[in-house]
Structures are given as C-alpha cells and as structure tokens.
C-alpha cells in the first residue's frame, strides 16, 4: 500500500492566481529548495507538461526524476505522475474558491517499487512526506501572498 498523506491550506488569492503561480516552472526554485535544475520541459497534448529535473535527496543524494501531468484543469485540479529509481509519485491539488481566496488541497502518494520491503520504507515515510507538503503549502501561501520579490 502506498504511503499517502493530505494537506490544505487557505491563500489570499484567486484560485486561477495561485494555479498560475504552481503551474510555472520558473516559481519551482521559490518553494522547493532541493530542487537542483529543471533538465527539460515539455508540452503535452492535454495542456500540461513533461517535466525533467534533478533534485537533492534527504541524505544528499542526487536525484533525476520525471513527471507529467495526466490531468490538467487549470484552475481546478492537477494530477501529476513521477518516477525516479523504483520510487512512484502521484501528486493531486485541487483548488477551490472560498469567501477570501483560494483553498488548495494536496495528496501526495508515493510507492516503492524497488526494494522487495518497499512496504516498510514507504511506512516510514509519511510524516517526513507530511511535513514536506505542509512546508510546501506554506511556502507557496507565503510567497503569493507577499507577491512579487524585486531580488
């Protein structure tokens, strides 16, 4: 069973503001910070994007992953798929427009395919998962919300 975790989180802002600001790859570096280098972006005929980048894994480790978006509703949910070395993530995030902006939902699954005990990593996971998707959800809330930086 894959390890999943959920997390949401209000934004000042309209849904299609905070779309826009996730759905650009230049935002990516703001509120990922192991992200190492965006490799290649590509379109896709549902809207979305092929992504490749590389990333700095929990003990250093240098990952290059792929991902793209098998549903594309700009505005309203995005589901993405990605691989890297036997490890599967399906990202969700829904947004819905409330009284004072936008509330954006997230689950996160990720399933090991490469260790016969993929089971017991994928258990061990969920709240360092948690916890990065909370401090995703914040750092995204935290920069819409204080808008453009003139750095």
């Known amino acids: 069973m894959p390890a999943h975790v959920h997390a949401e989180i209000e934004i000042l802002a309209s849904p299609g503001e905070v779309f826009a600001f996730l759905d650009d790859p230049a935002n990516a570096p703001l509120i990922l910070p192991q992200l190492i280098q965006i490799l290649s972006v590509e379109p896709l005929s549902n809207g979305g994007r092929r992504v490749r980048y590389t990333t700095r894994g ?13 549903e594309y509703q700009p505005g309203k949910r995005v589901v ?24 954006l ?11 016969g005990l993929g089971w017991l990593i994928e258990y061990q996971w969920r709240r360092p998962m948690r916890a990065e998707l909370r401090r995703l959800l914040a750092e995204t809330k935290r920069q819409i919300e204080s808008g453009p930086s003139n750095d």
């Open 105 to 115: 939902r997230a689950d996160l699954s990720v399933r090991v395919r490469r260790f």
């Open 80 to 103: 993405t798929q990605g691989a890297w070395d036997g490890v599967a993530v399906t990202a969700t995030r829904e947004f819905s427009r409330t009284d004072r902006g936008t509330l």
């Open 58 to 70: 929990r003990w250093g480790v240098i990952c290059e992953w792929a991902s793209e978006h098998i």
